[in-house]
Nanobody
Framework: QVQLVESGGGLVQAGGSLRLSCAASGRTFNSYAMGWFRQAPGKERGFVSAITWSFGLTYYTESVKGRFTISRDNAKNTVYLQMNSLKPEDTAVYYC????????????????????WGQGTQVTVSS
């Protein structure tokens, strides 16, 4: 089992920045691919970003490329999502997710790939 706890959400003006953290406990963190998803009111949960456990390869949804950066610190069992140039449309609950074992990179964008989920943290961007 892996437990995930997100933090760092809040209210920020458009153009501002936030850094989300996801602290993991349980099994060996550095063998898990980690992802961030978000869900806005009335919308489905969607992929934001992911990072592999081997080589630290990163993936982003098109709308956040160049603004968001995912990273991980295996020594701290933590994955981060640095969010810059935030827009009102980034407003959502952001969820951290983990997946162990080998998977193809294309699967990292899919909800059902992930075995473990955090409780979510609210990000609100005001215009």
């Amino acid at each position: 089992q892996v437990q995930l706890v997100e933090s760092g959400g809040g209210l920020v003006q458009a153009g501002g920045s936030l850094r989300l953290s996801c602290a993991a406990s349980g099994r060996t963190f550095n063998s898990y691919a980690m992802g961030w998803f978000r869900q806005a009111p009335g919308k489905e949960r969607g992929f934001v970003s992911a990072i592999t456990w081997s080589f630290g390869l990163t993936y982003y949804t098109e709308s956040v490329k160049g603004r968001f950066t995912i990273s991980r610190d295996n020594a701290k069992n933590t994955v981060y999502l640095q969010m810059n140039s935030l827009k009102p449309e980034d407003t959502a609950v952001y969820y951290c997710a983990a997946r162990g074992g080998r998977i193809i990179s294309a699967a990292l964008t899919t909800l059902t790939t992930y075995q473990y989920w955090g409780q979510g943290t609210q990000v609100t961007v005001s215009s």
